[in-house]
Structure formats: C-alpha cells, structure tokens
C-alpha cells in the first residue's frame, strides 16, 4: 500500500463532478418513474367506461408496469453501488491523508464489495434484511 501516491484535493474535485452528475441520474431515474406511472395510467384499459371508476389496466399499463419492475432491481443496484463508490473513495482518501494506509486499503475494500439489492430495488444488509437509510423515510 506504500505505493500509493494521491492527491486528495484532485480526489475532492472528481468526488464533487460525480455527486454532481449522481444527482442527475437520480433526478432522472424518479421523472422516471413518475411518467411511467402517468403513462401506464393514460394508456387506456380494456374494458371503457362499463367498469366504473376503476377499471381495469389495459395492456399497455401492464407492460409498463411489469417494465418498471424488472428494471427497480437494475436502478437500486446503481444507486447503491454508486453511493458506496464514492463514500469509499472519500473515506479511503481520508484515511490516506491522515497517514493511515492500512484503513484506507480496508475502506477501499469495503466500498468494493458487491452490493445485494432485492426486486424492488432495496438494499439488503448481510442480515438479510433491508437497509435503512440515514434520512430516508420508514
């Protein structure tokens, strides 16, 4: 680990760019979401005004519906895997500056670990449970 040679004002700038561009994707994946749900909901049902209020999804919902859930998974492992990046970069960079090489080799570690995320694009700790969020609403 001796051969390390990093410059954490460097590491700082690329830090923020990416939290910055983070924040987009993160922006973008809930507009996401939220026009998928408008467009299931105006694509039409099967069924016209017979059923009442609550008719029933047509086809077109449904297959953006069933997209959406196949894709949460995808969406909640980039998330995840994208905060423990940059979290372990600052953390190892951190330890590095303080003249502890041998925590940020074990940060580093730790921030690479594959993250396990669930169906619905939750987190799942080594408990088998799912994370909770520091701020994140229960």
Known sequence: MSAWDIKPSDVSGV???????????????????EAL?????????L??????????????????GEFMEHKAQELGY???????????AYD????YAQGDLAMAANKQSQ?????????????IGPDGKPVEKPGAPK
Not at 81 to 86: A, I
Request: glycine content about 12%.
């Open 15 to 33: 830090l923020k760019k990416t939290a910055t561009a983070a924040e987009a994707m993160s922006t973008a994946g809930t507009a996401m979401q």
């Open 37 to 45: 749900k408008s467009a299931a909901s105006s694509a039409g049902t």
């Open 47 to 64: 069924s016209g005004p017979y059923c009442g209020v609550e008719a029933p999804m047509g086809p077109v919902g449904g297959a953006l």
């Open 78 to 88: 980039i998330a995840v895997r994208t905060e423990r990046s940059l979290n372990g």
């Open 92 to 95: 190892a960079t951190t330890e």
């Open 111 to 123: 921030a690479i670990k594959e993250p396990v995320i669930d169906d619905k694009g939750q987190e």
